[in-house]
């Protein structure tokens, strides 16, 4: 593990979907990461797609949530809500074991946003341009809240 990155114990805090692009998504208990595709039944898998999987740390949200903002795990639309990795740190490349199947590599951090998505309109901000992260499934599996997270 690269320490420098590594703020506590990494592990999954929630695990969201949703059917429709650029909404808050729904947290799940666990769901199923599909190699080359990404969350079984979210709008952003896609076969060969480098935006399969979207990673968005608690410690992003709680900056928000300093701000007054009530918000939460899947309202920024990621799939996956960390703690203790500074994703936005990572390279691209970086591979992360995710529970104890699952791998999934770094393919972008951060997105542009050119026009404000639901979640900028509805928040009046939206950390995932510059806080969250992008991920290709390499290898799929169960993932559910409490699994380990890490940098491999």
């Known amino acids: 593990m690269n320490s420098e990155n590594i703020e506590?114990?990494?592990?999954?805090v929630a695990v969201s979907t949703s059917p429709?692009?650029?909404t808050k998504k729904t947290n799940i208990m666990q769901g199923m990461l599909i190699e080359n595709h990404g969350l079984h039944g979210d709008a952003h898998a896609?076969?060969?797609?480098?935006?399969q999987l979207s990673l968005l740390a608690?410690?992003?949200i709680q900056k928000m949530r300093d701000l007054?903002?009530?918000v939460y795990p899947g309202d920024f639309a990621e799939n996956i809500t960390t703690e203790g990795i500074i994703?936005?740190?990572?390279q691209i490349g970086t591979k992360l074991s995710i529970g104890k199947q699952s791998v999934v590599q770094v393919t972008q951090i951060g997105k542009k946003c050119y026009n404000p998505c639901e979640i900028g309109r509805q928040v009046g901000e939206c950390i995932m341009p510059t806080e969250g992260i992008f991920c290709k499934v390499l290898e799929g599996g169960k993932i559910r809240i409490g699994d380990g997270l890490q940098i491999i």
């Open 8 to 12: 506590k114990e990494a592990k999954v």
């Open 20 to 22: 429709l692009t650029g």
């Open 46 to 51: 896609e076969n060969e797609a480098h935006r």
């Open 58 to 60: 608690i410690e992003s």
């Open 68 to 70: 007054g903002l009530d």
């Open 87 to 90: 994703l936005k740190e990572l």
